[in-house]
Nanobody, 122 residues
C-alpha cells in the first residue's frame, strides 16, 4: 500500500520561499503522477500543481504559475514543490497525492498524504 508523507511546511514571511517534500513508502512512485493540493480554512481543497510519472509533463494553477516549481526524484521516491515569492493567500495545508494521470482535479488521485501547514505572514 502506497503511503505519502509531506514535510517542509512552516511559517515564512511574504516574499519568502519554502520547499515541500512528498516522500513515498510501501511502493515505488515510478508509475504514479503526483499532484499537490492545498486547502485554506473555510475553503475547498484546490489543485496547485502536478507532475507526470516520467516528470516530462507538469501543470500549474494560474495562481502559482511562475512562482512554484514541481519536480521529482524517482530514485529517492520523492516529489518536491519549490515555492517562491510566497503570498499570504498561499497560506493553507498542502497535500500531495498519487494517481495515474497528471491533473488538478481531486478525483484523479487515489492516495493522499496527511498534509503540511504553510503559513505566510509577517
Amino acid at each position: 500500500q502506497l503511503q505519502l508523507v509531506e514535510s517542509g511546511g512552516g511559517l515564512v514571511q511574504p516574499g519568502g520561499s519554502l520547499r515541500l517534500s512528498c516522500a513515498a513508502s510501501g511502493s515505488t512512485l515510478d508509475y504514479y503522477a503526483i499532484g499537490w493540493f492545498r486547502q485554506a480554512p473555510g475553503k475547498e481543497r484546490e489543485g496547485v500543481s502536478c507532475i507526470s510519472s516520467s516528470g516530462g509533463s507538469t501543470n500549474y494553477a494560474d495562481s502559482v504559475k511562475g512562482r512554484f516549481t514541481i519536480s521529482r526524484n524517482n530514485a529517492k521516491n520523492t516529489v518536491y514543490l519549490q515555492m517562491n515569492s510566497l503570498k499570504p493567500e498561499d497560506t493553507a495545508v498542502y497535500y500531495c497525492a498519487a494517481g495515474l494521470d497528471c491533473g488538478l482535479g481531486l478525483s484523479e488521485y487515489d492516495y493522499w498524504g496527511q498534509g503540511t501547514q504553510v503559513t505566510v505572514s509577517s
